[in-house]
């Protein structure tokens, strides 16, 4: 049996299903509540339950998630619904919604795509997960001060990885050290989501995506998103 969630100062609505967190069933039907790691220890996702009950393990909250629920709030990347609910929560509507982190992260995978593309896949702290609008992309900060900007090429539910496309341009320096230097279990430190370029999931026209070589990475992103809402829009590639 699923249940209707209703956020009245939105007017939002949507369906969870018994065995899918709240955070989990909004995100799957482009509502854009908040999180910052779905595993029950930052409080991200704290909200209130107006009316209705959810239920799961607070035995396992962890630091702030912890000290939210003692606060009477209810962790949504944790709590399933067990009845159909009202609740209040800071929606995630747009890019400047999202928080902005400096995170390091592991260099978990590393692919070549094609002879002058490397997929990258990073990995962040278990504690840790990375809101982001899809299109939209991060920055490596370099231990000399610099910066290098990468789109993330995986859409925002399927963010166990965060998957990269970098091509080695000739004479770039990091595209030199990508290929030639860096190896799996690196750790770097990323800053992110950043960029105003995502699909506008609000908008009624049609989609045209176009892009060249790794500039399809971004558009990747957009089309697992539009895939995983299942966006009811002409979509364009
Ligand atoms: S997203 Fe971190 S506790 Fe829910």
Do not use: W
């Not at 965060?162 to 050290?177: A, K």
């Not at 770097?188 to 995502?198: C, D, K, N, V």
């Amino acid at each position: 049996m699923s249940f209707k969630i209703r956020v009245p100062a939105s007017g939002h609505e949507f369906i969870a299903e018994p065995d899918e967190t709240i955070l989990e069933a909004a995100l799957r039907q482009g509502i854009g509540l908040p999180y910052g790691c779905r595993n029950g220890a930052c409080g991200k996702c704290a909200g209130e339950v107006i009316s209705g009950k959810t239920a799961y393990d607070t035995g396992a909250l962890r630091a702030s998630a912890k000290q939210e629920h003692e606060a009477g709030k209810t962790l949504f990347c944790q709590a399933c619904a067990v009845s159909d609910l009202a609740i209040e929560v800071r929606e995630v509507v747009k890019n400047t919604d999202i928080e902005i982190k400096t995170l390091p992260c592991r260099v978990e995978k590393m692919n070549l795509l094609t002879h002058d593309v490397m997929k990258l896949q990073l990995k962040l702290p278990e504690t840790e997960r990375l809101q982001f609008m899809a299109g939209q992309y991060l920055e490596f900060l370099l231990k000399d001060g610099k910066r290098r900007a990468f789109s993330i090429a995986n859409a925002p539910h399927d963010d166990e990885y965060i998957e990269l496309h970098i091509r080695h341009v000739p004479d770039g320096h990091f595209g030199d050290y990508v290929f030639d230097g860096l190896k799996e279990k690196t750790l770097m430190r990323i800053e992110g989501p950043l960029g105003s370029y995502f699909l506008r999931e609000d908008s009624q026209c049609p989609v045209i995506l176009m892009g060249g070589g790794t500039g399809y990475a971004p558009l990747k992103g957009m089309l697992e998103h539009a895939f995983h809402i299942k966006l009811d829009r002409p979509v364009h590639l």
